[in-house]
């Protein structure tokens, strides 16, 4: 069965450095998400994705974030300068078309700033 | 921004019991999903509910979108150790189809065997 991957599983960084998260997305999806999670909370919602551009983004993601899809297979979250406070789970999801509601999401990538 | 309130925050249950658990907001939902998320885990997804009323079963699972699009519940019936976890509840709306989810702050279920 088809799956959303990401990679690394678990990036750690100094604070001010730029990571790239990376994200594979369900192949014959459309619609591409990136949500996080602070330990011990809840999922939130950062951005959304179609058509090679930003249909949506939460406060969260200011001008540190941006998105890109570099090819037709892959789907990245760079962090330009972290900050402690962006030590979190990032979870990449995807949905098919625009009247399927299922997102379908990825394992996750822990990011660890020190 | 719209809330999700899930309860109860944990339940502690015997192997064989039935579970049930809910998710209310204040404001409407279009669209309500019900995930499981293990430790270090990404949230796997369970049951999708496209309308109000909606009564939908997978497996031992079973989910019902309010009447009044503010609620959702989820029943687990004849739970196994393996159904150990956090249940999240999450409500989209449709504007622009972009389906944004919110997420409750989670439902952990013990099972003891």
Redesign the interface.
Known sequence: EPEVTQTPSHQVTQMGQEVILRCVPISNHLYFYWYRQILGQKVEFLVSFYNNEISEKSEIFDDQFSVERPDGSNFTLKIRSTKLEDSAMYFCASRRTGAAIEQYFGPGTRLTVT | GQQLNQSPQSMFIQEGEDVSMNCTSSSIFN?W?W?KQDP??????LI?L?KAGELTSNGRLTAQFGITRKDSFLNISASIPSDVGIY?C?G?N?G???????????TLLTVNP
Do not use: D, I, R
């Open positions: 669209t999903l995930y270090g885990e990404g949230p796997v997804l999708a496209y999240f999450a989209s449709s622009g189809s972009n389906y944004k989810l919110t997420f409750g702050k989670g």
